[in-house]
């Protein structure tokens, strides 16, 4: 009988111990997180102003980031991360999801600007920076993804799309910039995606740019 007791009581002991650890973890991470918050959110606002000419503006970012967070992503694709005020976003994102974004870009002294930006903000760990063209690169990258963000060369949109479709899992979300100012390769995208059964494709107006949402339903 005494026995018995001291094994319950052992095991109680531990299950408390145990129950107290994990919570102590808890506390950690969600203090790390808050304290990750405060950090990028002071580190956008403090440089509103900054973001200009190839970066996307506040607002965009912010939309972009509730999608990522709001659906659970994981796995996201950047294609054209200028100075890197959407990757910022991004990666913000993907440090409440536990993902990580691969973000291109092609220039390298935007590139070298966005790395240090990131790095400033506190998010390199939740990002994998490519400094390439992402003609080829989208090719060549595996995935799956289950997010991509298209920013680069408009002309481009549609075969960008082209190529990450097969990579993209069925529930994600393809989404591009400027698509407001439909002219060019912007409209034969624009045509393309929103004829796809498989795709239902909204457009928010958040700010003069737009960007374009597009969901996949089903594989083709």
């Given at each position: 009988?005494?026995?018995?007791?001291v094994?319950?009581?052992?095991?109680?002991?531990?299950?408390?111990?145990i129950?107290?650890m994990?919570?102590?973890?808890?506390?950690?991470?969600?203090?790390?997180?808050?304290?990750l918050?405060k950090?990028?959110n002071?580190?956008?606002?403090?440089?509103?102003?900054?973001?200009?000419?190839?970066?996307?503006?506040?607002?965009?970012?912010?939309?972009?980031?509730?999608?990522?967070?709001?659906?659970?992503?994981?796995?996201?694709l950047?294609?054209?991360?200028?100075?890197?005020h959407?990757?910022?976003?991004?990666?913000?994102?993907?440090?409440?999801?536990?993902?990580?974004?691969?973000?291109?870009?092609?220039?390298?002294?935007?590139?070298k600007?966005?790395?240090?930006?990131?790095?400033?903000?506190?998010?390199s760990?939740?990002?994998?920076?490519?400094?390439?063209d992402?003609?080829?690169?989208?090719?060549?990258?595996?995935?799956?993804?289950?997010?991509?963000f298209?920013?680069?060369?408009?002309?481009?949109?549609?075969?960008?799309f082209?190529?990450?479709?097969?990579?993209?899992?069925?529930?994600?979300?393809?989404?591009?910039?400027?698509?407001?100012?439909?002219?060019?390769?912007?409209?034969?995208?624009?045509?393309?995606?929103?004829?796809?059964?498989?795709?239902?494709?909204?457009?928010?107006?958040?700010?003069?740019s737009?960007?374009?949402?597009?969901y996949?339903?089903?594989e083709?």
């Open positions: 009988m005494k026995t018995a007791i094994v319950l009581t052992r095991i109680a002991f531990l299950s408390i111990l129950l107290l994990s919570i102590d973890a808890f506390s950690q991470q969600t203090k790390a997180q808050q304290d918050d950090k990028v002071k580190y956008l606002n403090d440089r509103i102003e900054e973001w200009k000419n190839w970066n996307v503006p506040y607002q965009d970012g912010k939309v972009l980031y509730d999608i990522i967070v709001k659906h659970n992503y994981t796995s996201a950047e294609i054209g991360m200028s100075t890197g959407s990757t910022i976003w991004l990666a913000w994102a993907m440090s409440k999801t536990g993902g990580k974004v691969i973000s291109i870009e092609i220039d390298k002294d935007r590139y600007t966005a790395v240090d930006n990131i790095k400033k903000a506190g998010l760990d939740y990002v994998d920076t490519r400094l390439a992402a003609h080829q690169l989208s090719k060549e990258l595996d995935g799956p993804f289950d997010f991509v298209s920013d680069a060369d408009k002309g481009w949109y549609k075969q960008y082209k190529d990450l479709d097969p990579k993209l899992k069925v529930g994600g979300c393809f989404t591009a910039h400027n698509v407001s100012n439909q002219y060019g390769g912007v409209v034969d995208f624009l045509k393309y995606i929103q004829r796809l059964s498989n795709y239902k494709t909204t457009i928010d107006k958040s700010s003069s737009g960007i374009s949402i597009s996949k339903t089903a083709n």
